[in-house]
């Protein structure tokens, strides 16, 4: 604060003041100082509010393969005669069901499938239906498949309708496909049982892994994503992917951690597992919340590399959550090295399936699933938000051990839940002398407190870890949503992130997605429903940042820059190598527009400055499925002045406002 008081007055001489400015910002153009890194900007990914399936992931059947528990039909309705076994074809996922004749040629036998809070599908796309069947007694049956709109006035509740005949005593996959004549997002699937005239089937037929997907999935994947929910996050331009999670990688108990070693293969043999989230609120309380895997650890590589991100990975440390263990020991894994041998194992096996060669037991798993190049994996997290000495003294075991066998990978280790007190001093301290190479710290804070924390990383030790901000939002008191009024503060901040840009090289808001029939935690940074999705004003603050990330950090000499607990104009400048520009990024939190003379120190005849800005004057206004375009960015021009030896953009920056200048050098 003393150096920016002290260099005011050498601000005001070299770009002089025309008229009476709220703020000068004199931006250094000719001193370009740390780099920024690619990874500043990222997002992270955890299975919470249905991101994965009923998210992200595009399958559309829900308890595909009848494994959720303890209602092995979760998710279905069964009529006629239906029995669910469990010495199926697939020896993780063991349970399918028998359809059997209902008895009489009048009656039915089948299943209905609920889908996620619905089925989501689009008039004229193509949806790829798939399912394992064999008929035991070698009479041959036909399988009748629908998609049927359940509660309907109209003669029929079917819709796309088509059929498969099996014949086969043994397992086989049967694919067909079903154009939707309509669009509706809450949808079922119909499944009868049939001879082969069509009539009630007479026979018996067993079926397994019932699936259906979007033949238009992110990059045509058959297994793939939803596109635009995909395509939100590659418009972003992350530079980096941290996934699993969160609390899902600790898991309630260590039982239920995620196990990266599931998630990868055939699909259908990716064992299910109960989504932590289930049962963390009972006022948000989601019984058929569960993990089917098929969005895992080599779809994750796969889309950090489709979206130009370096994917992240963070992996259980021995450690069940503690929030819900509170000082049992018991709860976590054994402190020693025979104890935490198999998340050392899983760590450094982790390492091999995405950097490996082909031929190794790993690398061949990954080159099997399509993947024969490596996946250059750089950064691994080891622990999620753990604190206190259960977690040093197990991350320490960890971490040496994988620095002893990789110590090309950077470790990120955590400072625990809390953004400052006893517990991150001490998490900070043994990070420190631990020497992780960064420190993942958490914070989803009012904005009280982030108007505490505008210096926050001006700061921090220059010798020690660099920080991964890697959990944080602005909550308001009492506002749950994403309205625009946080948005402003979250804007702010991160040009303070920026400004220590050689100390802070990541940070990802938290969470990322939400369906709107299905949240446990909010705001979320993109919201959807089965069809529809909406970019919040979150997601377009950080993706501001992300798009205009620049190469290295410009000095700035700000005129007026606003103490802790007040409200004022925040700003960060960067240079781009790549592209020649100088781009400003300034967030007026103020409830009045201010006068802004930004003075580019060094650049001559810049022309017209391009300006991007956000409203997020509007306190309580966000961006709903049913509304999404009620805050977005909006593309301007804005002329600049020539100054000595500079360039001067005069602007009113309106009240509540985050707006981008960029100008050529
Ligand atoms: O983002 C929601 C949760 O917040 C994460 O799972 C956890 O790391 C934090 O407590």
Known sequence: MKLRRILLGA??????????QDYTLTVQTAKPGAP???????????????????????ELVKNRSFEFTPDHLMGWQAFGKVEVRNDGPFDRNPHYVRLSSAGHGDWWTGLVNEGFFGIGVEKDKEYRFSVYARVPEGKPQVLRVQLIEPYTNEEAQDFAQATIKVDSKDWHK???????????????LRMFLCDENGRSGSGVMDVEHVSLFPVDTWMGHENGMRKDLAQALADMKPGV????????????????????????????????????????????????????????????????????AEPLPVLNVGMACQYQNWNNEKAHAPATAEGLKPYIDDCIDLIEFANGA????????????????????????IGNEQWGEFYFERVKIVADAVRKA??????????????????????????????????????????????????????????????????????????????????????????????????????TYAPLFSHVDGWQWRPDMIWYDNLRCALSASYYVQAMFAQNRGTNVLPIRNSNFPKK?????????????????????????????????????????????????????DYDLENTVDNPNAIAPKETTQPTTAGKNSSVIDVQIPAKTFAVYKVKK
């Open 36 to 58: 920024v890194q690619p990874t500043t900007y990222g997002i992270f990914f955890e299975d919470i509010n249905f991101a994965a399936d009923g998210g992200l992931y595009a």
């Open 565 to 617: 607990g007040e409200d004022g104009v925040l700003a960060s400048a960067v240079w781009d190598k790549e592209s020649g520009e100088v781009i400003v990024k300034v967030a007026n939190t103020c409830d009045q527009a201010k006068s802004v003379k930004i003075c580019l120190e060094g650049v001559k005849g810049a022309g017209e400055a391009k300006a991007i800005l956000l409203d997020l004057s």
């Open 241 to 308: 992917f941290r996934f699993p999670g969160g609390c899902i990688v600790e898991g309630v108990t260590l039982d239920n951690r995620y196990q990266w070693k599931n998630t990868v293969g055939p699909v259908e043999n990716r064992p299910l597992n109960k989504n932590r989230w289930e049962a963390t609120f009972t006022h948000r309380y989601y019984p058929d919340y569960f993990q089917s895997y098929g969005l895992g650890f080599y779809e994750f590589f796969l889309l950090s590399e489709e979206i130009g």
């Open 174 to 188: 049967f694919v067909i496909t079903l154009k939707s004549p309509r669009t509706t997002d809450k949808a079922r």
């Open 406 to 507: 990789h110590p090309e990978i950077k470790i990120i280790g955590t400072s625990g839940p809390n953004s400052e007190g006893h517990d991150f001093d001490i998490g900070w301290e043994a990070m420190k002398r631990q020497k992780a190479d960064l420190v993942d710290e958490h914070f989803y804070r009012p904005i009280s407190w982030f108007k505490n924390e505008w210096e926050r990383y001006d700061r921090y030790d220059r010798t020690g870890p660099k920080v991964f901000a890697g959990e944080y939002a602005c909550h308001d008191r009492g506002k749950k949503w994403n309205h625009a009024g946080a948005s402003i503060y979250e804007a702010a901040f991160i040009t303070g992130i920026e400004r220590n840009a050689d100390i802070v090289h990541m940070a």
């Open 11 to 20: 601000a005001l001489s070299a770009c002089a003041l025309t008229h009476a």
């Open 358 to 381: 082909a031929d190794t037991k790993w690398g061949k798993v990954r080159a099997e699933m399509g993947h024969p190049e490596p996946f250059n994996m750089k950064f691994l997290g």
